[in-house]
Each structure stands twice: as C-alpha cells, then as structure tokens.
C-alpha cells in the first residue's frame, strides 16, 4: 500500500507539472520522478527485482519527461500535448509494473519465444516483399531525355567534393547542367567549386538561413531555384555517379514525379558495416510497401522540377528534418512514386564515413520517432524481442529441454540472421556475411542511438555540420498539408 501511494503521488505530482509554470512546474516534475525512483529504490532493496527493474526502466522516459518540462524547449501549447501524451502512455505502464503477475518463468518464457518468432517473422518478409519490389526493372524504352539538374548542396567538404564533381563532371548524360552551393563554409569549399567552373559547374553562394528553416532545407529551396532542368537530381558528396548512372535514373523514373534510390557502399569504404545496415532496416523492415510512408533515402532522390514547385518548393517542409519523406508521401499518394535498390547498372555508390554515418542516425532517428519518448521505449522492446530475446529463451529451453522453444527460438535467430544478411548484401560489397552474427549487436546500437538522439533532442542540442539544428525546429509550426 506504501509503494502504491508513492506511485500514485509521483503520477499526480507530473500531472500537475503539466499544467502549471515556472518554478512549481519544475519542483512538481522533479518531485514527481523521485518518488519514482524511491518506489524502484524500495521495490529492489525488499527482493522484488522484477517490478522493480521494469520500473527503473520506465523511470528514464518518465525523467524525461520531466525534463521536457523542467526546461522547456518548445511552445507551451505543443509542450503541454506533448508531456501530456507521454504521461498517458506511461500511466498504465508504471501501474502495471507494480501487478503481482503469477506467470510461472516457464510460461513467461513461452510467451517470449512466440512473440521473438512472430517479430523476426514479419521482419524477414517486410525485407523480402521489399527487395522483390524495389529491384530496378527494364526501362529502356521511354524516350524522353528531360534537362537534368544536378544539386549537390556542400558544407565544409574539402575531403569528399572533388570526387564528387568529377564523377558528376564524367557522366554522359548530355542534357545536364551541374549546380553546387556552398552552404556558408568554413574551409576551401567555395575555391573548390569555383576551380570547376570553366567545365561547366555552376557556383551558388549559400547564406545563413537563420532560425526559420533547417539550412540543409534552404539549401534545396536555392538550389530549386537556380535550377533549370525539367527534372533536379538531388545528392550528397559521399556520392558518386557513374557515367550511365542520370541516363539510368531518367528512365527508371519514366513518368512518375519523384525517384529515390538506395545506393551501394563503394568497395574501400565499407568500415561503418554497423551503421549503414540500420539505415535500410527503417526503410526496408517496417512494411512500408504497405502504408502511406514510403521508403526514401535523401542520399540520392531526383523529382520533376514543376512538380516540386507546384507544390510550394520546400517552404512547407522548412523545418523538416527529412524533408525527401514527405515529398515522397506527397507524389506516392499520388501513385507517381518510385523507389528502387541500386544495382551495378546503375552505377550509385556512397562513401559516407562510419561517423558521419552515425551523426545522420542520431540526427533523424528520434524525428522518425516523433520525438516521442514513449515511441522510444516501444522501439526498444521491439529491438530487444528481435535481437536478444531469442538467444535468452534458446538457452533457457536448451538447458530445460523444451523442444518446441528450442525450435522457435532458433528459428527467430535464424530470420533475423538472414534479413540482416539481405539488407547488408544491398548495403556493402565484401563484409556483408558478418550479417549472420551481427544482428543481436545492431539492435543494441540502434536502442543506443535512439536513446542518445532523444536526450539531445530533449536537450535542445543536436550539432550538425556544425550547426545546432534544434533551434529551428523549437519556432511555433503550422501542421503540414495533408496528402
């Protein structure tokens, strides 16, 4: 009864931190989360490690959230939706973890394997419905050569934009102008761009775009508008295109209004074999096939230029951290929408850096996630039933000799082993067979990118190309229009 009163205590102390301001606002969240972890304190000082370890667990999104308010880094409208939200999600949760459950371990167990099984399941056919799909198919019929813009925005990129331009600068593509802007660099960018201009390479000075756009954002608007093709290829300087690669894209794009494209990892860039395979796991393993969210990636993505414009350019997407998503949400409604796996016809490889890499994945990943806490939670239940369940339960059942977990369970590590391999096989080039043990490792640093994105979001700082990308995205936003 003493533990109960304390939980019920620390739920309302939130609640009341929702509603008020200044300096009760932050004495009721801090006192809120510690009678929280007094209870967890209590629960595992008398032996009772399991109510208290998941309570521990739901303590860190529930200080989050009372660190939301303790230091406001939002409008007060949207704060108060937003904690108001999580401490929703988070009421039954903790109630629930104080339930005396009389679930024997055998039967807690069971239930795990199945539900491992059931995940890793829907995850192998989410990566094989998905490579079927997106495979490129034979275009080579349509006859339109549309003028191409090639927008290649640079911040600070003395290491990777000479490879870059000169790829860009072989490709045999006639119809192609290639237009690079130097995002307000601090290096020898802009003399880099500039030594490329008596073959053709166009040179756009960026400004600072100061607190109402992501700079990434005002950097495709300017490239939108300096641009003069009936069609823009958008694309990073880790990439590089071969000499076919536009013509290719053209085609493969055929009347649709907007192409993303997966690209290769070049074969002496293949040090981040950790990272990249994420990266296509949010975009090949959630079913997106199958829902108004289509797969897209901002390495490499070509849209017809009135399309684009017709809808407003990027100004509606300004703040948006992966404003190539809800282009593409836009054009699939409209069923002009392609997305495809690049092969060696193609001729689209990408050299991005393993920390680069992963200040992408700690850049977007808690965005994707809605800057939920409580999605972030969910995720790394799911990650934990995909990747560590499985060999816990294998153990259990092999050293109590339960047959049928034994099969499930090594049949769970078995999917999981081989939609990793899929994925890693379209990502790398030579380490991709580490893809069969590798898969319990990427749930753990996904969690931990999840975890470490979400604190800095929280935080009000997340730096990119040297840029505090939060202070955007803290103004007032109107909601998107709806597609």
Same mark, same amino acid.
């Given at each position: 009864?003493?533990?109960?009163?304390?939980?019920?205590?620390?739920?309302?102390?939130?609640?009341? &931190?929702?509603?008020?301001? $200044?300096?009760?606002?932050?004495?009721?969240? *801090? $006192?809120?989360?510690?009678?929280?972890?007094?209870?967890?304190?209590?629960?595992?000082?008398? $032996?009772?490690?399991?109510?208290?370890?998941?309570?521990?667990?739901?303590?860190?999104?529930?200080?989050?959230?009372?660190?939301?308010?303790?230091?406001?880094?939002?409008?007060?409208?949207?704060?108060?939706?937003?904690?108001?939200?999580?401490?929703?999600?988070?009421?039954?949760?903790?109630?629930?973890?104080?339930?005396?459950?009389?679930?024997?371990?055998?039967?807690? @167990?069971?239930?795990?394997? #199945?539900?491992?099984?059931? %995940?890793?399941? &829907?995850? +192998?056919?989410?990566?094989?419905?998905?490579?079927?799909?997106?495979? @490129?198919?034979?275009?080579?019929?349509?006859?339109?050569?549309?003028?191409?813009?090639?927008?290649?925005?640079?911040?600070?990129?003395?290491?990777?934009?000479?490879?870059?331009?000169?790829?860009?600068?072989?490709?045999?593509?006639?119809?192609?102008?290639?237009?690079?802007?130097?995002?307000?660099?601090?290096?020898?960018?802009?003399?880099?761009?500039?030594?490329?201009?008596?073959?053709?390479?166009?040179?756009?000075?960026?400004?600072?775009? =100061?607190?109402?756009?992501? %700079?990434?954002?005002? *950097?495709?608007?300017?490239?939108?508008?300096?641009?003069? =093709?009936? /069609?823009?290829?958008?694309?990073?300087?880790?990439?590089?295109?071969?000499?076919?690669?536009?013509?290719?894209?053209?085609?493969?794009?055929?009347?649709?209004? !907007?192409?993303?494209?997966?690209?290769?990892?070049?074969?002496?860039?293949?040090?981040?074999?950790?990272?990249?395979?994420?990266?296509?796991?949010?975009? +090949?393993?959630?079913?997106?096939?199958?829902?108004?969210?289509?797969?897209?990636?901002?390495?490499?993505?070509?849209?017809?230029?009135?399309?684009?414009?017709?809808? =407003? $350019?990027?100004? *509606?997407?300004?703040?948006?951290?992966?404003?190539?998503?809800? #282009?593409?949400?836009?054009?699939?409604?409209?069923?002009?929408?392609?997305?495809?796996? *690049?092969?060696?016809?193609?001729?689209?490889?990408?050299?991005?850096?393993?920390?680069?890499?992963?200040?992408?994945?700690?850049?977007?990943?808690?965005?994707?996630?809605?800057?939920?806490?409580?999605?972030?939670?969910? +995720?790394?239940?799911?990650?934990?039933?995909?990747?560590?369940?499985?060999?816990?339960?294998?153990?259990?059942?092999?050293?109590?000799?339960?047959?049928?977990?034994?099969?499930?369970?090594?049949?769970?590590?078995?999917?999981?082993?081989? &939609?990793?391999?899929?994925?890693?096989?379209?990502?790398?080039?030579?380490?991709?067979?580490?893809?069969?043990?590798?898969?319990?490792?990427?749930?753990?640093?996904?969690?931990?990118?999840?975890?470490?994105?979400?604190?800095?979001?929280? /935080? =009000?700082?997340?730096?990119?190309?040297?840029?505090?990308?939060?202070?955007? !995205? +803290?103004?007032?936003?109107?909601?998107?229009?709806?597609?």
């Amino acid at each position: 009864m003493f533990v109960l009163s304390l939980i019920a205590s620390s739920l309302l102390s939130e609640l009341l &931190a929702i509603v008020t301001h $200044g300096f009760w606002r932050r004495l009721l969240a *801090a $006192g809120g989360v510690l009678l929280h972890f007094v209870v967890v304190g209590t629960l595992l000082a008398t $032996g009772e490690f399991l109510p208290g370890s998941l309570l521990l667990f739901i303590g860190m999104f529930r200080f989050i959230n009372a660190l939301r308010l303790a230091r406001p880094q939002m409008h007060e409208k949207a704060l108060r939706k937003r904690s108001l939200r999580t401490w929703l999600f988070m009421l039954p949760l903790t109630l629930l973890g104080l339930v005396d459950w009389q679930f024997s371990l055998d039967a807690t @167990m069971l239930g795990l394997t #199945i539900a491992s099984f059931l %995940a890793s399941l &829907a995850l +192998l056919l989410s990566v094989v419905i998905s490579y079927r799909k997106y495979r @490129m198919t034979d275009n080579s019929e349509f006859a339109k050569k549309p003028t191409v813009s090639l927008c290649i925005p640079a911040r600070n990129e003395t290491q990777d934009l000479p490879g870059c331009i000169e790829a860009a600068l072989a490709s045999s593509y006639s119809k192609l102008e290639i237009i690079v802007l130097d995002d307000c660099s601090h290096d020898k960018t802009p003399e880099i761009i500039k030594h490329y201009a008596h073959q053709g390479v166009r040179f756009v000075r960026g400004q600072e775009p =100061g607190d109402k756009w992501l %700079a990434k954002n005002a *950097a495709y608007d300017k490239l939108l508008d300096e641009a003069t =093709g009936e /069609t823009v290829l958008f694309i990073g300087v880790e990439v590089r295109l071969g000499k076919q690669t536009i013509t290719t894209l053209v085609e493969q794009l055929g009347d649709n209004s !907007m192409i993303s494209v997966l690209p290769r990892r070049s074969l002496d860039s293949e040090s981040s074999f950790f990272i990249q395979p994420l990266r296509y796991w949010w975009e +090949l393993g959630l079913w997106r096939f199958r829902g108004s969210h289509p797969p897209v990636l901002s390495t490499c993505w070509m849209a017809r230029a009135e399309f684009l414009r017709r809808n =407003g $350019g990027f100004e *509606a997407y300004r703040r948006s951290i992966k404003p190539e998503a809800q #282009i593409a949400r836009q054009a699939r409604n409209k069923k002009a929408y392609q997305f495809v796996i *690049a092969n060696d016809e193609l001729g689209i490889t990408s050299q991005k850096s393993p920390q680069d890499q992963l200040d992408t994945a700690l850049r977007v990943r808690y965005p994707q996630l809605r800057r939920r806490p409580e999605a972030v939670l969910v +995720l790394i239940v799911i990650l934990s039933v995909l990747g560590i369940v499985p060999i816990v339960t294998l153990i259990y059942s092999l050293s109590s000799a339960y047959l049928l977990s034994s099969l499930l369970s090594g049949v769970s590590i078995v999917f999981l082993a081989f &939609a990793n391999m899929v994925l890693s096989r379209l990502a790398l080039r030579k380490l991709w067979g580490l893809a069969l043990f590798t898969a319990p490792a990427l749930s753990v640093i996904d969690g931990y990118i999840a975890i470490r994105s979400m604190i800095a979001y929280e /935080t =009000g700082v997340v730096i990119w190309k040297d840029r505090n990308i939060c202070l955007p !995205m +803290l103004q007032v936003e109107k909601s998107l229009p709806k597609y």
